[in-house]
């Protein structure tokens, strides 16, 4: 690819990340990110009942159908159900009461379900199967509240794990490289995250950080191998007259091919462990795939680039210090030129 | 390495790691008639609420406790609030006296009052499905819900937000239902059901923190309280409240001012083992925690120490003497008499531990195969460096109390096995090439790995500072998986250079064609 239409494409990858991470910020700081799965936002109605309805008439199947049957003939339809046992609110044991939870999406309509609930309760009045239970069903609506200092501690440790990576990457490659390293490392990041606010794929409330920490984690292990590689071509004594432009995009190139595996490796064992696991833990994994399909592109396209210019200028400076170095004034010159 | 040296070292290799992985995967009864359960490092380990029950039923672990993940969701009404189902029960029962009384008797007219009363006490919220009632007298107006009762409300959520945030557990959380109830979810793997309803019902007290002190005689109802003068506040005498632990349990450690510790001191001045001062702290009306001294206290910090606390306990105490201390005035308490619990399910499903390690052990045989396939006998150094890494990882997340098996750890651990199995590859790889161009053997692996070292040291070096950094920092998951990562990352850098590099120099001592054991070759180069 010559020069020109790569810089073309690095403007359109880099208009196509500011896009992203601004929609982002603007969506997070509106709706946050979609915390669906944790049913923060949701309806549930409980239907207590004595536990002698399981134990002795084993009727809580009849009780399930009288509920599940008023929710059809009203239009609604739950997201989850779960028999939980009621405790005692002074030794945590079990009292001889439990409840049947069914959990409603937010968006479900207030109304029908109510109507739903009332219709529970006339159809356990009428049912003499129920009657030494105590059955009651209630509908509650659930707002849930944010823990903040988790996101905001969260957003600073990966952003001082990348600036302690950066001044790593900085003793051991230098700082071109280090910088755009830590461009890199920040921006997918940011992207990551910005991700998950636009397309709003439910997510557990404290993942999205975690992903943009498993996006850093693998921003920084591309960007090594790239730096290692980079490293042994300027070292390579056939490259010592070849321009580092040249080096670094032909080192890019090279470095492709192992970072594909690393990434493929990361991806399989998120994949595996993701598809393998229940459909809740499922939910958690797969979605960090994109922390590391953000990291591979970023390395691919924006690194290599953000470090020519970076590289030049230093090269610059340095043959710069070099002449000064080399520099005795004009008249200890004259001199020499005298003497010779 | 002599064959003798080799076969030494792989035999107590084996043995050890035989033993750690049977430590690690060992399930089975034993005992008079099969009483006692063998627990593994897995079994004996935390988990994640969120994670079911994977274990075998009756299979108890170490602690006595079945481990069935989920948690405890409490909910809590504030004065002036009652349930539906309260409401619906007390008035059922309060008509049932008046049908069954006689209309001529002179009790009608009172149970018929009664009655009238209870329900003009009471106003349904919100008005189309009623899932609360809410006291006329303390919360309404005018068929309104007062703004003080709201801001009441809101100011005691608040509080509740802040104590169960403190705790820094991971899945705990607070919702608000029928905008005037309020909900706690606490997982089950900290604590004892015993600190966990301590836990929840001290959550219940909200409203202002105060201090007072009396001799052995006095109680927290007749103690002399602090008075504040005017433009005071409590923090003016405590700053903070941290729970700690240490070799002799877990306590409350309750930071005072200057001024407080003057105060204190004032207190306790003629306190002795003949007649101790008890000291009270209060959040509401009700002491939260009584401090009996016995001696002149001159610091600046108090340590409280209580045979009922353990991590979970004090934490819950000090995180509501501290919201208290830093939260606005709220005059509003929640009834911890009418405090509703249930037990919830693992969010996750109940069969995601065991799932998980399949998907594991998935992998780590595919790749042990992968390994084995394309470089036969070294596949062997690979095994040895996997198996060691996985049983030490399991090994650790059990020893290190802070530690539990979650999803995150799960996938800490995978991208930990990932780059072992990566920077495996990538020096088996490089020793290939080395052998490709005619070295020995020997040579070939020396170069190799020479060649490889300051990548792969410099990858995990990063990933390592990364990782612990977020973990000093960050909280619950993020902090649990950035740990287990940082250990992953450092023992795949043990594993990758220094134990799969000895087992591979040890196993190839007894191959006749090394290049052919590693499947290895030269490069054929023609002469012309």
Redesign the interface.
């Known amino acids: 690819m010559n020069k020109s239409k790569t810089n073309k494409l690095l403007a359109i990858v880099l208009a196509i990340s500011c896009v992203v991470i601004v929609a982002g910020v603007i969506l997070y700081a509106l709706l946050g990110f979609n915390t669906m799965p944790e049913r923060t936002e949701s309806y549930t109605v409980e239907v207590s009942y004595e536990t002698i309805l399981d134990e002795i008439y084993d009727k809580v199947g009849d009780l399930e159908k009288v509920c599940e049957d008023a929710f059809r003939a009203n239009g609604v339809s739950y997201d989850a159900k779960e028999i939980v046992p009621c405790m005692d609110n002074t030794s945590l044991s079990e009292t001889n009461e439990s409840m049947i939870k069914y959990t409603f999406k937010s968006d479900t309509d207030e109304a029908a379900l109510a109507k739903a609930v009332e219709a529970v309760n006339t159809g356990v009045a009428a049912n003499e199967n129920f009657d030494l239970a105590h059955v009651f069903a209630g509908m509650h609506e659930v707002a849930g509240t944010r823990f903040y200092e988790y996101a905001w501690r969260g957003a600073i440790a990966v952003a001082v794990g990348a600036v302690a990576a950066f001044v790593y990457i900085c003793i051991r490659y230098g700082v071109s490289l280090a910088v755009s390293g830590f461009v890199c490392c920040v921006h997918d990041a940011l992207f990551t995250a910005a991700v998950f606010a636009i397309v709003r794929v439910p997510v557990y409330a404290a993942t999205p950080l975690l992903y943009a920490a498993v996006a850093a984690l693998v921003s920084i292990v591309l960007w090594l191998i790239f730096a290692n590689k980079l490293r042994g071509a300027f070292k390579a004594p056939e490259n010592a007259s070849a321009q580092s432009e040249e080096l670094i995009r032909a080192t890019a190139k090279a470095s492709r091919k192992p970072m594909l595996i690393a990434a493929a490796v990361v991806c399989g064992v998120i994949a595996v462990i993701g598809a393998a696991a229940a459909s809740g833990a499922s939910l958690f994994l797969l979605p960090a795939i994109v922390g590391v399909a953000v990291p591979l592109l970023s390395t691919f396209f924006i690194g290599p680039e953000v470090c020519i210019p970076l590289r030049k200028a230093f090269d610059k400076r340095r043959a710069a210090k070099e002449n000064k170095k080399g520099y005795i004034g004009k008249k200890k010159a004259s001199e020499n030129a005298d003497a010779e | 390495m002599g064959k003798i040296k080799s076969a030494i070292a792989l035999v107590l290799t084996t043995v050890l790691l035989a033993g750690l992985c049977f430590m690690c995967t060992a399930v089975f009864p034993h005992g008079t008639e099969n009483i006692s359960m063998f627990n593994n490092f897995v079994a004996m380990t935390e988990k994640d609420p969120?994670?079911?029950n994977a274990l075998p039923e009756g299979y108890t672990a170490s602690d006595g406790r079945t481990y069935i993940g989920g948690g405890?969701?409490?909910v809590y009404y504030p004065e002036g609030v009652i349930?539906?189902?309260e409401y619906?029960?007390t008035l059922a029962g309060k008509k049932d006296a008046l049908e069954n009384t006689d209309p001529s008797d002179k009790s009608y007219e009172d149970r018929q009052k009664d009655v009238e009363d209870y329900e003009a006490g009471y106003m349904a919220y919100?008005e189309?499905?009623a899932?609360v009632y809410l006291e006329i007298e303390k919360a309404c107006e005018d068929g309104e819900v007062t703004e003080k009762f709201q801001a009441d409300f809101e100011g005691a959520?608040a509080q509740l937000?802040a104590r169960?945030?403190e705790l820094h557990l991971?899945g705990a959380?607070?919702?608000?239902?029928?905008?005037f109830t309020a909900?706690v979810f606490v997982p089950s793997y900290k604590g004892t059901?015993?600190t966990?309803?301590y836990a929840?019902?001290t959550f219940a007290r909200t409203g202002d923190f105060s201090i007072g002190y009396g001799d052995s005689n006095s109680t927290a109802d007749t103690a002399t309280k602090l008075e504040l003068a005017e433009g005071e506040s409590i923090r003016d005498y405590v700053k903070s409240a941290r729970a700690n632990s240490n070799v002799n349990g877990s306590y409350v450690d309750i930071r005072l001012t200057g001024k407080g510790k003057n105060l204190i001191s004032g207190w306790t001045t003629g306190a002795s083992s003949d007649s101790a001062v008890t000291i009270y702290f209060y959040v509401g009306d009700e002491a939260i925690v009584n401090l009996s001294v016995d001696s002149h206290i001159t610091e600046r910090s108090l340590t409280v120490y209580s045979a009922s606390y353990d991590e979970l306990a004090a934490s819950a105490v000090a995180a509501t003497i501290d919201s208290a201390l830093k939260a606005g005035k709220t005059e509003m308490t929640f009834s911890s008499?009418s405090?509703?619990?249930?037990?919830?399910?693992a969010?996750?499903?109940?069969?995601?531990l065991i799932?998980?390690c399949?998907?594991?052990g998935?992998?780590l045989l595919?790749e042990l195969i992968f390994f084995f396939v394309k470089f036969r006998g070294v596949g062997l150094a690979n095994l040895y460096a996997m198996l060691t890494y996985v049983s030490m990882m399991i090994l650790l997340v059990w020893a290190i109390p802070f530690l539990h098996i979650g999803?995150?750890t799960?996938?800490a651990v995978?991208?930990g096995?990932?780059?072992l199995?990566?920077s495996n590859y990538?020096t088996y790889e490089s020793a290939k090439k080395e052998y490709a161009l005619g070295k020995t053997m020997t040579s070939s692996v020396k170069a190799g790995y020479k060649r490889c070292f300051?990548?792969i040291f410099?990858?995990h070096?990063?990933?390592a500072?990364?990782?612990f950094?977020?973990?000093?920092?960050?909280?619950?998951?993020?902090?649990s998986?950035?740990f287990t990562?940082g250990l992953a990352v450092v023992l795949s850098g043990l594993c990758s250079l220094a134990v799969s590099r000895f087992h591979w120099a040890a196993f190839m001592s007894f191959a006749k064609d090394k290049g052919k054991f590693c499947n290895f070759k030269r490069v054929e180069e023609d002469d012309e």
């Open positions: 969120k994670l079911g405890y969701t409490a349930s539906a189902r619906t029960e919100p189309g499905n899932s959520v937000r169960v945030e991971s959380a607070v919702s608000v239902r029928d905008n909900q059901p015993n966990l309803v929840l019902t008499d405090v509703e619990i249930v037990r919830e399910g969010a996750f499903g109940d069969l995601t799932l998980l399949a998907g594991v998935a992998l595919a999803v995150e799960f996938l995978g991208l096995g990932a780059l199995a990566v990538v300051f990548g410099d990858v070096i990063a990933l500072l990364i990782a950094i977020t973990y000093f920092i960050a909280l619950t998951e993020l902090a998986f950035a990562f």
